[in-house]
């Protein structure tokens, strides 16, 4: 039987995914803007409104306790450099039309989650899962040996939020006080980036139109309410089980890439998406009848 703990921890991961699946709809929106300005402002705003949910709610009192901890500013440190990175990847995927290779890389990151928890979490895979890691690594080999491409958009994303999941997991901070370190390190050199008109004058709000600028600031909003739901849902449920609800992000923007957007779906992609697609089968039907009870 679930603890009261871990069904809020279900429900924040559905949200979180859910939000992130339809992402892509709001950054296609800000298209004529370079990934690098979009992620200064995702930075900017995120700090921004993540300061304000703190001063309505309270928290800064764990934050002076984070700031007294020098490990668990240096774990925070490497995780906005992650999550950072992992922006600019996702960003530039979505309106470059690579939103199948982004798809892709959230479908693998389940299975980044098992390995990474099994290693540094110490959680034991079954042999089923173990068969799900081995046929998504084939899919990846055949898309590398068969057609001579590595899919690096996919590989980057899914080892880099796989990688911020577990230090979150890890550094067990409290979600709102967690993104409020990330951004705090980031801010300045998103702010020096910003009056230093990196790129060109899409950054300066001052020579925009309104609706760009509300739409770069809702970066704010449309960053922080989903990683609020991600990271209050890795201290509540195993790796493993976060990784499970992942499938509904992928789900969402693979239909919207082959549907709404009509990016192309070749063969290429077809061998690889089923390998992963079997992966996830097993691995689902795994986590269904041999889980054990969580108490």
Known sequence: ???????????????????????PLYFKLLGDVPAPEILIHRVIWSFVFVTFLMMMFGGFSRLRQ??????QLIILTITSILIAG???????SVNN???????????????????????????????????????????????VISFGSIPLVSLGLACSFGLYGLL???????????LLVETAILFPVALIFLFANFGDSLT??????????????????VTTIPLLCFA???????????????????????????????EPFDLEKGITFAFIWSALVIFTIDMFYKRKPIV
Request: hydrophobic fraction near 55%.
């Open 1 to 23: 039987m679930l603890s009261s703990e871990q069904n809020k921890g279900i429900a924040s991961a559905i949200c979180a995914y859910t939000l992130w699946g339809f992402a």
């Open 204 to 221: 300066h709000l001052m020579n925009n139109d309104l609706s760009l600028n509300l739409l770069l600031m809702a970066a704010g909003i």
């Open 232 to 262: 209050a849902a890795a201290v509540r449920i195993p790796l493993s089980m976060l990784g499970f609800f992942q499938y509904i992000g992928p789900s969402i923007m693979f239909i919207m890439a082959i549907t709404l957007f009509n």
């Open 66 to 71: 984070v700031l007294k901890r020098p490990k």
């Open 168 to 178: 979150r997991k890890k550094v067990n901070v409290d979600a709102k006080t967690g």
């Open 86 to 92: 992992n922006w600019l990847l996702f960003i530039w």
């Open 97 to 143: 039309d690579h939103m199948l290779d982004a798809s892709l890389g959230y479908f693998i990151n389940p299975l980044i989650n098992v390995i990474l928890g099994m290693v540094f979490l110490s959680e034991r895979l079954r042999k089923l899962q173990w068969l799900a890691v081995a046929l998504a690594a084939t899919g990846v080999l055949v898309q």
